[in-house]
């Protein structure tokens, strides 16, 4: 059991990892500047698809450690 929360720890931070970055640059990270950040933002595609992996991915992650 163990073993599969590993792997899917691994697989959840490697598809983070491959999300697109929302912010246009740092500077707005920092001062929040964005205020569009989320408005009229669709997601298509491999985007959406990471989108789904990463929240099914972090379903089985949290189910598997409250089981553990």
């Known amino acids: 059991m163990i073993t599969i929360l590993i792997i899917v720890s691994i697989l959840l931070i490697?598809?983070?990892?491959?999300?697109?970055?929302?912010?246009?640059?740092?500077?707005?990270?920092?001062?929040?500047?964005?205020?569009?950040?989320?408005?009229n933002r669709k997601e298509r595609g491999g985007e959406l698809v990471i989108t789904y992996t990463t929240a099914f991915l972090g379903f089985i992650f949290l189910i598997l450690c409250i089981i553990l």
């Open 14 to 39: 490697a598809i983070v990892l491959l999300q697109s970055n929302k912010a246009e640059d740092a500077s707005s990270i920092i001062t929040g500047g964005n205020s569009d950040l989320f408005k």
